[in-house]
């Protein structure tokens, strides 16, 4: 239904005014190369057509400001060159407000190695049903401080939506995130607040990943809350190689390998595979390389969040959807830990996880639970939620 | 007390924070750089501009190159081992893209497309792209860049055309990027050192443009010509790798997010993509899981992009979009030759 309405409303542009040619290019480029540190540049309405990536870099204190999001549009449709739609690199204090950026062969609009970065009513999206084809991500910060993303929006990326990585103090704040393979992505970032967000029609809603090989090589202390994470049942359509690619269809929230994580007050509805997914890097089953990843989630508190699932079979397309609807049928558990884990974290007296290392589940409305025990062969699954009451 | 000067001074402070960080003033158009004596098609270097070759060149889509250095006069760049040699305010980098109209008999002449400069002023490098015209009389400089319809004949008489592309402003510091300062790529020991018969830093030692040069040349480490078949496999393709891929894909450079180090002086195989997953491929990974599997081209990432004329796959991301074939067979040959490590 949701699809259908997207579908109509890209239709319903098209008798606006069209703007096309290399001039648009050239004389929106060296605008954007020629301001002033701390001025702002007004985007008119209209659809504006670009063969090249937009840039904007190493200055300060910029706005750029369109007339609204999906009345200024920029359509890379016939993008030859460039990795991205729009690049904003070394710079500080952007704000991009109110406009939409459509079709880019690569991501929309990425920003790297920007300190006070904001996204305001800003939107990425891909035209058609979802696709293979699309670019990786809808907005990307990455080795950004200080970054806001508010009011905006991301529709068929072929990775993550609102993606942002390696990026410290971050705010994604009632967002709404439609037809990408993960909504909302959280990876290897650290101090992030996820609030008041809407996911959903994706295949899997919010993610929280922290991945070996980076740079900035540890993420951690995210709050996710009072987020809506509403049937993320879209087929993976994720090229294959790309993390991503692993992730259920069916999923709500996943954390893998991040430490210090708290869910709550969200509402998280209709995921047909799994609410909500604890998991370490090992199930993904790619050798790691990096000594100095840590592949374990610790620190994990999943609480006071609303589940529902009607009792459908979980979606078969990946080895978890198989092995739930074997194990589970179709009272699949709301919320699943791997269950992978070293020795040194448990308390060899009681079994549980040490402080340190803890993963704690309590209050949630329609609480069930599963420790599948990947790590064993599934041998010890148990749905016994005691060891993780932290009480 | 003196209240008015530092109130001025508080002014000043809050003006230039607020300036642009480029707002290096350029000639509109070449000839007033005096650079080349006239005409100015005939790229004859006026005194002082002094050509240079280096061993591993940048692939821009079978463009020809030639290059030039000026220092100020009296003044010498000071040698380094590792990145780009200290250049003293004054200096210019030159960089002329031309295409011959048949590269099987160059004398039936070249339609020269743009010619870069790099320019130290205040302690901070500077780049420009300069668009040539149709006539060869002049070229103009190009701060949004630009696109010129080429066609010639390649050297096994196949017709070949292009939307060539001039590089933006911003797009110069895409490539020419280290720690986000901009920085000049080939004017360092590695691209210059060589040839052994006459080593150029020699020739630049003995003409005052060049201090610090170590006793012992053998010390500096060199790129090889990646086309010549005289070196092993792996020079040539760590070369490759090194100067077309490396000034983004380092830790200092724009790719670093990435994770994946093509520079020649990476040690850790997995870091110059041995078996190590992609990060933000996208589409780019074409579906596959590593950016290089040993004895495996048609499974490596690292090869299938260089292989793509998709904008959003292809790599480079820019400068390029006509494959290079001979470095993709190149490094086709290196990962079919590599150990399983």
Same mark, same amino acid.
């Given at each position: 239904?949701?699809?259908?309405?997207?579908?109509?409303?890209?239709?319903?542009?098209?008798?606006?005014?069209?703007?096309?040619?290399?001039?648009?290019?050239?004389?929106?480029?060296?605008?954007?190369?020629?301001?002033?540190?701390?001025?702002?540049?007004?985007?008119?309405?209209?659809?504006?057509?670009?063969?090249?990536?937009?840039?904007?870099?190493?200055?300060?204190?910029?706005?750029?400001?369109?007339?609204?999001?999906?009345?200024?549009?920029?359509?890379?449709?016939?993008?030859?060159?460039?990795?991205?739609?729009?690049?904003?690199?070394?710079?500080?204090?952007?704000?991009?407000?109110?406009?939409?950026?459509?079709?880019?062969?690569?991501?929309?609009?990425?920003?790297?190695?920007?300190?006070?970065?904001?996204?305001?009513?800003?939107?990425?999206?891909? =035209?058609?049903?979802?696709?293979?084809?699309?670019?990786?991500?809808?907005?990307?910060?990455?080795?950004?401080?200080?970054?806001?993303?508010?009011?905006?929006?991301?529709?068929?990326?072929?990775?993550?939506?609102?993606?942002?990585?390696?990026?410290?103090?971050?705010?994604?704040?009632?967002?709404?995130?439609?037809?990408?393979?993960?909504?909302?992505?959280?990876?290897?970032?650290?101090?992030?607040?996820?609030?008041?967000?809407?996911?959903?029609?994706?295949?899997?809603?919010?993610?929280?990943?922290?991945?070996?090989?980076?740079?900035?090589?540890?993420?951690?202390?995210?709050?996710?809350?009072?987020?809506?994470?509403?049937?993320?049942?879209?087929?993976?359509?994720?090229?294959?190689?790309?993390?991503?690619?692993?992730?259920?269809?069916?999923?709500?929230?996943?954390?893998?390998?991040?430490?210090?994580?708290?869910?709550?007050?969200?509402?998280?509805?209709?995921?047909?595979?799994?609410?909500?997914?604890?998991?370490?890097?090992?199930?993904?089953?790619?050798?790691?390389?990096?000594? =100095?990843?840590?592949?374990?989630?610790?620190?994990?508190?999943?609480?006071?969040?609303?589940?529902?699932?009607?009792?459908?079979?979980?979606?078969?397309?990946?080895?978890?959807?198989?092995?739930?609807?074997?194990?589970?049928?179709?009272?699949?558990?709301?919320?699943?830990?791997?269950?992978?884990?070293?020795?040194?974290?448990?308390?060899?007296?009681?079994?549980?996880?040490?402080?340190?290392?803890?993963?704690?589940?309590?209050?949630?409305?329609?609480?069930?639970?599963?420790?599948?025990?990947?790590?064993?062969?599934?041998?010890?699954?148990?749905?016994?939620?005691?060891?993780?009451?932290?009480? | 007390?003196?209240?008015?000067?530092?109130?001025?001074?508080?002014?000043?402070?809050?003006?230039?924070?607020?300036?642009?960080?480029?707002?290096?003033?350029?000639?509109?158009?070449?000839?007033?750089?005096?650079?080349?004596?006239?005409?100015?098609?005939?790229?004859?270097?006026?005194?002082?501009?002094?050509?240079?070759?280096?061993?591993?060149?940048?692939?821009?889509?079978?463009?020809?190159?030639?290059?030039?250095?000026?220092?100020?006069?009296?003044?010498?760049?000071?040698?380094?081992?590792? =990145?780009?040699?200290?250049?003293?305010?004054?200096?210019?980098?030159?960089?002329?893209?031309?295409?011959?109209?048949?590269?099987?008999?160059?004398?039936?002449?070249?339609?020269?497309?743009?010619?870069?400069?790099?320019?130290?002023?205040?302690?901070?490098?500077?780049?420009?792209?300069?668009?040539?015209?149709?006539?060869?009389?002049?070229?103009?400089?190009?701060?949004?860049?630009?696109?010129?319809?080429?066609?010639?004949?390649?050297?096994?008489?196949?017709?070949?055309?292009?939307?060539?592309?001039?590089?933006?402003?911003?797009?110069?510091?895409?490539?020419?990027?280290?720690?986000?300062?901009?920085?000049?790529?080939?004017?360092?020991?590695?691209?210059?050192?060589?040839?052994?018969?006459?080593?150029?830093?020699?020739?630049?030692?003995?003409?005052?443009?060049?201090?610090?040069?170590?006793?012992?040349?053998?010390?500096?480490?060199?790129?090889?010509?990646?086309?010549?078949?005289?070196?092993?496999?792996?020079?040539?393709?760590?070369?490759?790798?090194?100067?077309?891929?490396?000034?983004?894909?380092? =830790?200092?450079?724009?790719?670093?997010?990435?994770?994946?180090?093509?520079?020649?002086?990476?040690?850790?195989?997995?870091?110059?993509?041995?078996?190590?997953?992609?990060?933000?491929?996208?589409?780019?990974?074409?579906?596959?899981?590593?950016?290089?599997?040993?004895?495996?081209?048609?499974?490596?990432?690292?090869?299938?992009?260089?292989?793509?004329?998709?904008?959003?796959?292809?790599?480079?991301?820019?400068?390029?979009?006509?494959?290079?074939?001979?470095?993709?067979?190149?490094?086709?040959?290196?990962?079919?030759?590599?150990?399983?490590?």
């Amino acid at each position: 239904m949701f699809r259908r309405l997207y579908i109509l409303l890209v239709f319903a542009w098209i008798p606006s005014i069209v703007f096309g040619q290399p001039e648009i290019q050239q004389a929106w480029q060296e605008e954007w190369i020629l301001v002033e540190d701390g001025s702002t540049i007004n985007l008119p309405e209209g659809i504006f057509h670009f063969t090249r990536t937009l840039s904007l870099e190493g200055k300060k204190k910029i706005h750029i400001k369109g007339a609204g999001m999906g009345k200024t549009i920029l359509s890379f449709a016939g993008q030859i060159e460039g990795g991205e739609g729009i690049r904003i690199t070394n710079s500080e204090g952007i704000r991009l407000e109110g406009f939409t950026v459509i079709d880019s062969k690569g991501d929309g609009i990425k920003a790297q190695h920007v300190n006070d970065i904001q996204f305001l009513f800003v939107e990425a999206k891909w =035209s058609g049903k979802p696709d293979k084809e699309n670019g990786a991500y809808g907005l990307y910060p990455v080795q950004c401080q200080r970054v806001l993303l508010y009011e905006s929006k991301a529709y068929g990326a072929s990775d993550a939506g609102l993606y942002v990585g390696q990026c410290e103090q971050v705010v994604v704040r009632k967002c709404y995130a439609e037809g990408n393979v993960a909504g909302i992505e959280i990876e290897n970032t650290t101090h992030a607040d996820v609030v008041e967000n809407t996911v959903t029609g994706n295949t899997g809603g919010i993610l929280v990943f922290d991945l070996p090989d980076l740079e900035i090589k540890k993420g951690g202390h995210v709050k996710v809350y009072k987020n809506k994470v509403i049937e993320n049942n879209y087929k993976n359509f994720a090229p294959q190689g790309n993390i991503v690619g692993q992730v259920p269809p069916g999923t709500g929230i996943m954390v893998l390998a991040t430490s210090d994580v708290e869910i709550y007050d969200n509402e998280i509805t209709n995921n047909r595979t799994v609410g909500t997914a604890i998991m370490s890097y090992y199930v993904t089953e790619i050798p790691i390389k990096d000594e =100095s990843y840590n592949p374990y989630p610790s620190r994990i508190y999943v609480h006071d969040n609303t589940y529902t699932r009607e009792k459908r079979w979980p979606i078969l397309k990946n080895k978890f959807g198989k092995l739930f609807l074997l194990k589970f049928g179709r009272k699949v558990p709301h919320i699943i830990y791997d269950g992978i884990q070293e020795d040194i974290s448990v308390s060899p007296s009681t079994g549980r996880l040490l402080p340190e290392y803890e993963i704690c589940i309590y209050n949630n409305k329609e609480e069930t639970f599963a420790n599948i025990d990947a790590g064993n062969k599934f041998k010890g699954l148990t749905r016994d939620l005691e060891l993780f009451r932290c009480q | 007390m003196y209240v008015p000067g530092s109130i001025f001074l508080a002014v000043m402070v809050i003006t230039f924070n607020l300036r642009t960080t480029d707002s290096y003033q350029w000639p509109a158009t070449l000839s007033e750089w005096h650079l080349f004596e006239a005409p100015l098609a005939e790229l004859k270097p006026s005194s002082g501009v002094i050509p240079y070759t280096v061993n591993a060149p940048l692939y821009s889509d079978y463009a020809h190159k030639s290059r030039f250095i000026k220092l100020p006069p009296g003044k010498s760049a000071h040698f380094n081992t590792t =990145s780009a040699f200290v250049m003293p305010d004054g200096t210019i980098l030159i960089k002329n893209f031309y295409y011959f109209i048949d590269e099987r008999q160059p004398d039936k002449g070249r339609i020269i497309l743009e010619t870069r400069l790099i320019v130290r002023d205040q302690g901070n490098w500077h780049a420009m792209s300069y668009r040539w015209n149709e006539k060869q009389t002049e070229a103009t400089k190009a701060i949004a860049g630009g696109s010129t319809d080429i066609s010639w004949i390649d050297i096994a008489g196949k017709k070949r055309q292009l939307l060539y592309l001039i590089p933006d402003a911003n797009q110069c510091k895409n490539c020419h990027n280290k720690n986000d300062l901009l920085l000049p790529l080939g004017i360092t020991a590695r691209q210059l050192s060589g040839p052994k018969e006459d080593n150029q830093l020699l020739m630049w030692q003995r003409n005052h443009m060049l201090s610090g040069l170590p006793e012992d040349l053998k010390m500096i480490p060199e790129l090889v010509d990646y086309e010549n078949e005289s070196y092993s496999i792996e020079a040539r393709a760590r070369s490759y790798l090194d100067a077309n891929c490396a000034h983004c894909h380092s =830790s200092e450079g724009s790719a670093r997010t990435s994770g994946l180090n093509l520079n020649y002086d990476e040690s850790s195989p997995h870091s110059f993509g041995v078996m190590k997953p992609p990060v933000a491929a996208g589409r780019g990974s074409g579906g596959m899981q590593f950016n290089i599997v040993p004895g495996k081209p048609n499974q490596s990432i690292l090869l299938f992009r260089m292989e793509s004329d998709d904008p959003g796959i292809r790599m480079p991301e820019i400068n390029r979009q006509i494959p290079h074939e001979e470095g993709i067979e190149l490094i086709r040959e290196w990962i079919r030759n590599m150990d399983d490590r």
